[in-house]
Each structure stands twice: as structure tokens, then as C-alpha cells.
């Protein structure tokens, strides 16, 4: 069982953060996103049992997942459990996901432990982006053609 609503005072705890990053923040209807998810113990004992959830509003489907250790589900939300992560040291999950729809996707990773932690404020992390329709393709004349030519 996973907790990140716990701390108790006194003592060496874990302190796990998240980040997210995304490689675009506008893409097409098609495109690809792909986000790098970091989870860090910055905490002075190991982290066990760590798990990071990653959702997604704006309806994506998930292309695949990686992470550097544990295993991943197969799924959006999509649940991944770490294992443990050493005090000092850092695990990370690669997720694609195939964007589907104009608008908004906003990916979401949670992250918690067996562990007592001392800030739990640092467990979220958010990335947007925007999805566009596809450009229209025009099809003719070209560039090169001169102003006098018939299109």
C-alpha cells in the first residue's frame, strides 16, 4: 500500500519529487508527445514500493511506456510501480502518447510510497498541451509559379 498523506515528525524520512516534462506543447491531431517523467528520492532513507500514476485528459492513447526500472501498465491512467529508490537517486518513465483530438491534454503524474515523507507537495507534476487540427494541404500552383502563369 502507497501512501503520500503521512509524516511522522522526528527522524530520517523520504522526500520523493516528480517532474514532467514534454517535448512539444502544440501538436496535431497524430502527433506523438512524449513525456519524460522524473521521480527523485531527495530524502535521507530508501523509498519502497514507489508507484507514479500518470493521467491524461484530452483523450491521448498511450503509444508506449519505459521505465528505467519496475514496470508499467498498459493503459492510460497508466499505473507504474518503481520498486524501491534509494535515498540520493532517481528513477524515470518515458510515456508517448498519440494525441486524438483538438484542445487541451493535460498529463497529470502522481507519486507516493510505503515511505513516510516529510513534503508531500512535491508528489504532482502537470504538462499541457495544445492539439491543433491538421493544416490544410493546398494543392495547385506552386511557389515558382509566375503571376502571368494559369494555376
Known amino acids: ?19 514532467k516534462h514534454a517535448d512539444r506543447t502544440t501538436a496535431k491531431v497524430g502527433d506523438v508527445i512524449t513525456y519524460e517523467i522524473t521521480v527523485r528520492n531527495t530524502g535521507k532513507v530508501d523509498a519502497q514500493n514507489v508507484m507514479v500514476v500518470d493521467a491524461a485528459a484530452g483523450k491521448p492513447e498511450l503509444s508506449s511506456s519505459h521505465p528505467s ?8 491512467p497508466l499505473a507504474c510501480q518503481l520498486g524501491t529508490i534509494k ?16 484542445g487541451t491534454v493535460r498529463n497529470l ?14 508528489n504532482v507534476a502537470v504538462a499541457h498541451a495544445v492539439v491543433v487540427s491538421e493544416s490544410p494541404t493546398v494543392t495547385g500552383c506552386s511557389a515558382s509559379v509566375t503571376a502571368h502563369a494559369a494555376c
Do not use: Y
Open 1 to 19: 500500500m502507497w501512501r503520500i498523506d503521512s509524516w511522522v515528525p522526528g527522524g530520517p524520512t523520504a522526500n520523493l519529487t516528480v517532474t
Open 109 to 122: 503524474a502522481v507519486v507516493g510510497s510505503g515511505a513516510t515523507e516529510a513534503r508531500l507537495r512535491d
Open 87 to 102: 535515498a540520493g537517486h532517481a528513477a524515470t518513465v518515458t510515456v508517448r502518447l498519440e494525441v486524438t483530438h483538438v
Open 69 to 76: 526500472q519496475g514496470t508499467c501498465g498498459d493503459r492510460l
